[in-house]
């Protein structure tokens, strides 16, 4: 089992920025593919980012691009997000997930694990 604790989510004004971190802890937690999804109120889960275990593979979904940036820090087991420029439309709860060697990056269920997520707010 790999447990995900997400953290830094807010209000922020449009323009602005946050930085989000998920917690691994559990079995094995460094060896994982981990990604950072978002869900607006009445939408579906949208993916974000995702970044492979060794941090040399990093793919950013179209509307972030430019915008957020993945890494991880696999001595203290924990991932970011930095989001920089942040926009109304990026409002969601953002969650953090885990798997190994996802064939399908973008699909929520190639993905095991999950946090409960943290709600990122950005005004205009």
């Known amino acids: 089992q790999v447990q995900l604790v997400e953290s830094g989510g807010g209000l922020v004004q449009a323009g602005g920025s946050l930085r989000l971190s998920c917690a691994a802890s559990?079995?094995?937690?460094?060896?994982?593919?981990m990604a950072w999804f978002r869900q607006a109120p009445g939408k579906e889960r949208e993916f974000v980012a995702f970044?492979?275990?060794?941090?040399?593979?990093?793919v950013y979904g179209d509307s972030v691009k430019g915008r957020f940036t993945i890494a991880r820090d696999n001595a203290k087991n924990t991932v970011f997000l930095q989001m920089n420029s942040l926009k109304p439309e990026d409002t969601a709860v953002y969650y953090c997930?885990?798997?190994?060697?996802?064939?399908?990056?973008?699909?929520?269920?190639?993905?095991?694990?999950w946090g409960q997520g943290t709600q990122v707010t950005v005004s205009s």
């Open positions: 997930a885990a798997t190994f060697q996802p064939r399908h990056i973008v699909l929520n269920d190639e993905y095991d694990y």
């Open positions: 559990g079995r094995t937690s460094s060896s994982y593919d």
């Open positions: 970044i492979n275990w060794t941090g040399t593979n990093k």
